[in-house]
């Protein structure tokens, strides 16, 4: 009996010293130097991966070399209510828009207007037959944003455009306008922005022979950038 309590507390010992031995071999699985991954101590170490910076708005820096600006809402004239002469016909316009650095874009546009007058009768009661105009601005802009992180990225752009308010007398409706335009993308998203902005023109209009200034709010836009 005594040499069988020997055998088996012999078989134990052999098999703890075995078992220690192994384990000595064995990787520490939170031993960033034993692990080839890198995988740091979850309880100690920063996190893998870093915060992600803020998203910035376009930009040719970011590897965005065109856009394309859509209306969602009209843009209107403020002259009445500055007390300014000359209420002159807002143009829904569409922009194309070209990188030519990483804050500097050429703003190609084409903007149309349509106005629809019912009938209606003057002071005499006389009938009044109503109109339909529609009309064409066609304008190039260099819009110059301000470099900043931040889904907000304001810009500043002057611009001229080639206008006629019903192209059907274009003859007598054909004039110029001078602008700048002070306007604001946020970006939803990298590749798509929501814009507004406000500016100031100087129109030259009816065949150049009359002029006027007046104040305006541009389209509220959607832009895909690509």
Do not use: H
């Amino acid at each position: 009996m005594k040499n069988l309590f020997s055998a088996a507390l012999a078989a134990i010992v052999l098999t703890a010293t075995a078992n220690f031995a192994m384990a000595q071999g064995e990787e520490d699985p939170f031993d960033p130097a034993g692990d080839e991954s890198g995988t740091a101590d979850p309880y100690t170490s920063e996190p893998a991966t870093p915060p992600s910076e803020p998203v910035t708005t376009a930009s040719a820096g970011d590897g965005l070399k065109m856009g394309i600006s859509v209306p969602l809402f009209r843009g209107f004239d403020l002259g009445g209510l500055a007390g300014l002469a000359g209420v002159e016909p807002t143009f829904q316009t569409a922009k194309v828009l070209y990188a030519l650095d990483a804050d500097t874009w050429l703003n190609l546009s084409l903007g149309v207007n349509f106005a629809n007058t019912g009938d209606s009768v003057d002071s005499m009661g006389n009938p009044i037959e109503g109109a339909t105009s529609f009309g064409l601005a066609l304008g190039v802009g260099y819009r110059m944003y301000k470099p900043m992180k931040g889904k907000v990225r304001p810009y500043l752009e002057p611009s001229i455009s080639l206008q006629a308010a019903d192209i059907g007398e274009i003859s007598d409706e054909l004039g110029l306008a001078l602008g700048a335009l002070m306007g604001i993308d946020y970006a939803l998203w990298e590749q798509f922005t929501i814009g507004a902005g406000v500016g100031a023109r100087l129109n030259m209009l009816n065949a150049f022979d009359s002029t006027s200034f007046n104040l305006f709010t541009a389209d509220i836009n959607a832009t895909f950038w690509w």
